[in-house]
């Protein structure tokens, strides 16, 4: 396992900047994220820690090596692609064994390793089976026991469950988690999805434009966002955001804004924190219903309060229809303060 460390790293390709002096310490064991919209220099991040690009300038440590000029063969390093790279020639049981013939291990270990790896991933009943006759979630589990019998400082994953149907991603999610939580392999881990990066990560950076917006664990991220991109990217549906003076007549926003007034202000409430009722009342504020959503084990309900729109939850056994009026209302704790100019967290 390895300590990993990124020492104001920076990386562009001609005008687009992918990484903007960045640091950050990924400690030994972590299971840590980058998440993060397409393009904004998450996979170039895993891609130089793996040797396969080079950094314009800082450094990049693997332990108590300096590897930023390191050959990716060199670097103890294992990746796990969006593609399985599997060879189409080769059985289960010989895709697995790769890495170690190619570092002839002695034949019995290898055997014994593949053995070990097939019974982690529950691969051994297709270890005669070519890549071709497998499901993709198999070909993945492939992927990823290819990486695991290497026993490596570190796994590199690139968005390794985006090719995977809702169920398959579900069930390999829960089978990356367990193998991390076996094995405690160091493991940096790329992702666009949030509900992802949230569930498997011991941390997660927030990534915009090359620069790491929030670097927290999920929980912390997820409840005290750090400024307004962060806010509607984590979290889904994604945190209403709206002028305070749109909301400057609730009893709670009048709490939040004590002292400072509407103005160049941003408020930012979770919609499973907002209630939408059919009857108005003391702590409720109207809002014109334009969207009901019956999603099963709820339904979200969007209302448009001036030029604005808010989405919260029908409240238990509430009746509302588009085109009718509605009530919504929030717990004060729920609401987040956003300074409006920079988008930046105000502590309220």
Excluded at 215 to 222: E, L, N, R, S
Aim: net charge neutral; charged share 20%.
């Amino acid at each position: 396992m390895a300590r990993i460390a990124l020492d104001a790293v920076s990386k562009r390709f001609d005008r687009t900047v992918v990484a903007d002096s960045l640091s950050l310490t990924i400690a030994d064991g972590e299971f840590f994220t980058f998440l993060g919209p397409s393009g904004c220099g998450k996979s170039t991040l895993l891609h130089m820690i793996a040797g396969i690009e080079t950094p314009d300038a800082g450094r990049i440590r693997l332990g108590a090596i300096d590897a930023t000029d390191l050959p990716p063969q060199k670097r103890d390093v294992a990746m796990v692609f969006q593609s399985y790279a599997l060879y189409p020639h080769l059985s289960v049981a010989e895709n697995l064994a790769f890495p170690l013939r190619n570092r002839r291990v002695a034949p019995d270990v290898i055997a014994a390793e593949v053995r070990r790896v097939a019974e982690v991933l529950g691969l051994g009943a297709l270890l005669a089976q070519p890549p071709r006759q497998l499901s993709g979630g198999q070909r993945q589990r492939v992927a990823l026991g290819r990486a695991l019998i290497r026993r490596p400082a570190a796994f590199l994953m690139d968005e390794p469950l985006s090719n995977l149907d809702a169920a398959l991603r579900l069930e390999l999610r829960a089978e990356i988690k367990r193998v991390h939580a076996t094995h405690g392999i160091t493991t940096v881990y790329v992702t666009h999805d949030q509900e992802e990066a949230m569930v498997l990560s011991d941390r997660v950076a927030v990534l915009r434009a090359g620069r790491v917006q929030q670097c927290d664990v999920p929980a912390a991220i997820y409840l005290r966002p750090a400024n307004v991109h962060v806010a509607q990217f984590v979290g889904s549906p994604p945190m209403n955001l709206l002028p305070a003076s749109s909301l400057a007549q609730h009893p709670g926003a009048a709490h939040c804004l004590a002292g400072r007034g509407p103005d160049g202000f941003v408020l930012g409430l979770r919609p499973e924190q907002v209630d939408f009722h059919a009857d108005a009342g003391a702590d409720r504020q109207r809002a014109e219903i334009v969207l009901i959503e019956p999603t099963g084990p709820q339904t979200w309900v969007t209302g448009r309060i001036g030029e604005h729109r808010l989405r919260g939850r029908l409240a238990t056994g509430e009746n509302l229809a588009a085109g009718a009026a509605g009530y919504f209302t929030f717990a004060r704790t729920a609401l987040h303060l956003f300074d409006g100019p920079t988008g930046t967290r105000v502590e309220s």
